[in-house]
T-cell receptor, first 112, second 113 residues
């Protein structure tokens, strides 16, 4: 039982490049979400999904896209990376609304 | 949206000391959780506690929902307790929340040997 798996763990991008951060869970959780963590800011919600085919915006969605084609996977796409997107990104899942969050180990992204 | 404030922002303790971390929130909540982020960045769920009191070993938490605050108690602290403690809430009155947790900025705890 791997829980929530995020890849890659580290990534350096040049401004304007695109990439996808992967998140997969094997717990059959319906709810998944992406957060970014910046120094002194806590965790801020980017996008979330309450089930396959359903996604919605969180607090800081600009510059990011998501899709949820399966229950297991919830990738986060950066279409044109900017230095302001330098951050640590966390994916989380839970079995039902508001309960039992499990976080992945994070992806540290640097945009130069 | 709901505001979550944690205090103190930083706390330094000697090993063996006790501490209390506070979380204030600005609206009624369906859900409140405490997390510990260890020095390696991993986030661990400590408590799900929208109201009442729970205990897990040396850690306990109390939420007084009517007064909109929660407390996390750490007794006989150990160096492994170091890290950042986050409070996160789900607003009862924000219709689009869909179970989303809103995080405070955290309390950074350093336990010295």
């Amino acid at each position: 039982n791997a829980g929530v798996t995020q890849t890659p763990k580290f990534q350096v991008l040049k401004t304007g490049q695109s990439m996808t951060l992967q998140c997969a869970q094997d717990m059959n959780h319906e709810y998944m979400s992406w957060y970014r963590q910046d120094p002194g800011m806590g965790l801020r919600l980017i996008h979330y999904s309450v089930g396959a085919g359903i996604t919605d915006q969180g607090e800081v969605p600009n510059g990011y896209n998501v899709s949820r084609s399966t229950t297991e996977d919830f990738p986060l796409r950066l279409l044109s990376a900017a230095p302001s997107q330098t951050s640590v990104y966390f994916c989380a899942s839970s079995y039902r609304r508001g309960h039992g969050y499990t976080f992945g180990s994070g992806t540290r992204l640097t945009v130069v | 949206g709901i505001q979550v404030e944690q205090s103190p922002p930083d706390l330094i303790l000697q090993e063996g000391a006790n501490s209390t971390l506070r979380c204030n929130f600005s609206d009624s909540v369906n859900n409140l959780q405490w997390f510990h982020q260890n020095p390696w960045g991993q986030l661990i769920n400590l408590f799900y506690i929208p109201s009442g009191t729970k205990q897990n070993g040396r850690l306990s938490a109390t939420t007084v929902a009517t007064e909109r605050y929660s407390l996390l108690y750490i007794s006989s602290s150990q160096t492994t307790d170091s890290g950042v403690y986050f409070c996160a809430v789900e607003s009862m009155n924000y219709g689009g929340s869909q179970g989303n947790l809103i995080f405070g900025k955290g309390t950074k705890l350093s336990v010295k040997p």
